[in-house]
Each structure stands twice: as C-alpha cells, then as structure tokens.
C-alpha cells in the first residue's frame, strides 16, 4: 500500500531537517530490519534514491519507505510495500513528522526470518528501525532569512554593528570602498522589525535594499 498526499500550503518558515546520510539494521525474531535515512530536497531525488535501494536489496521481501519533502512538510509519501497495510509506511512516516522533520527520506528494507511479527510487531519493529536511522542523523534547521542590501559612512558602522547584534543574523559580505557596503540576512519573522528600528535608528536618511529571500542553514541541537 503506498499513500501520497500534498498537505496544506503555509507561508515559507523556519523548518528542522537532517545532514547526510546513515544507516541502521536491526533483528526482529530473525526478521532483519535494514533503515536507510537520507536528506532529499525533492520528490524526484526521493524516489530515485528509493529505486536504488529497491535494486541493491531486490532479494528482499519488502522495501517500505516514507518521505516528506518542503519547507512545510506539505509534500509527503510513504508505502507498505506489501506489508499489511499502515503497519511499514506509517509508523516510518510517524517517525520523521514525530520530531518535527522535512525533506527527509527513510527507506526500511526487511529480510523476511521466517516468523510472523503480527501488526502491532511490524508497527514496533519498522518505527524503532527508522528511530534508529534518525538517532545516527546530524539535525539542522533551515532558517528562512529576508536578505538586505546596506551602504553606510564610516561613522555610522559602529552603531549598525551594534544594531545588528540584537538579531539573529548572518553576515553574508562587508566590503570596504568609499562606503562600506554590507550585506546581510535577518530571521524572515524578524523581517519588520529590523526595517522599523533601522529606520529609526537612521532617521530614514539610510536606505535598505532587499537583496531578496533565502534559507541558512544553522545548528539545530
């Protein structure tokens, strides 16, 4: 059974997702559970990498998976692969949403022991290899920066620094000519709150220049 679903769209923020790649295997009444976990950034990545894993264990009684791509999450698949229906994709699935994770793929390969699991044995089993998988992932989150543009005198850079500190941003470039000419990215929440105060703080005599919006990556634990 697979099940593919495009949640509701929100407005782009910040999103928690995984670095790299791991794996795990685990044994379940002889059942082997091999748990593949990936970082993805689109569907077609996502069910290319499934192929292959599919190719590479093709003895296999079943290759089960889920994914969720999207800032949001609002992009998400997964399948049972033959394995009574919600007990594989599901709780793979439950494991990635459970700690509040997108573009993330999981693929669960089982090598069949010989002994029934029952469902709630493949729903623990499949759910503790993929929790496996993630505990070995590094956690990031992607922070969703608006991107300004900064020309000043020298005399002003001092208290721009300062003015700076007070947000959560990031330095992207400062070059040194007849004006210093910054560019840097601010917490897209924080978006109005930088241009009010820098508007204040410059008597509007400074103009900001949008530099357009993008996604940081900065450490999540």
């Known amino acids: 059974m697979s099940i593919y679903l495009i949640r509701e769209r929100f407005d782009m923020e910040d999103y928690l997702t995984v670095k790299g790649e791991s794996i795990r295997e685990i044994v379940v009444k002889k059942s082997r559970f091999i748990a593949y976990c990936f970082h993805i950034e689109s569907v077609d990545v996502a069910e290319d990498k499934i192929k292959r894993i599919q190719k590479l264990n093709y003895k296999a009684a079943h290759n089960t998976f889920a994914y969720a791509v999207n800032p949001t999450g609002d992009i998400f698949k997964y399948s049972d692969d033959g394995e009574p229906s919600l007990t594989a994709g599901k709780p793979i699935y439950e494991s990635i949403v459970g700690r509040n994770l997108t573009n993330v793929l999981v693929v669960v390969t089982r090598y069949f022991g010989g002994i029934k699991l029952g469902t709630g044995g493949l729903v623990r089993a499949y759910g503790q290899a993929a929790q496996e998988a ?27 620094q300062n003015y700076f500190s007070t947000f959560d941003c990031v330095m992207e470039g400062i070059e040194y000519a007849d004006e210093v000419k910054i560019k840097i990215c601010i917490p897209f929440r924080q978006k109005e709150q930088f241009i009010s105060g820098h508007r204040e703080l410059t008597n509007g005599k400074q103009k900001l220049y949008s530099g357009g919006e993008k996604f940081i990556e900065k450490i999540a634990f």
């Open 134 to 160: 993630l505990d070995e992932m590094e956690i990031v989150k992607m922070q969703y920066n608006a991107v300004f543009e900064i020309s000043t005198d020298y005399s002003l850079l001092g208290m721009l």
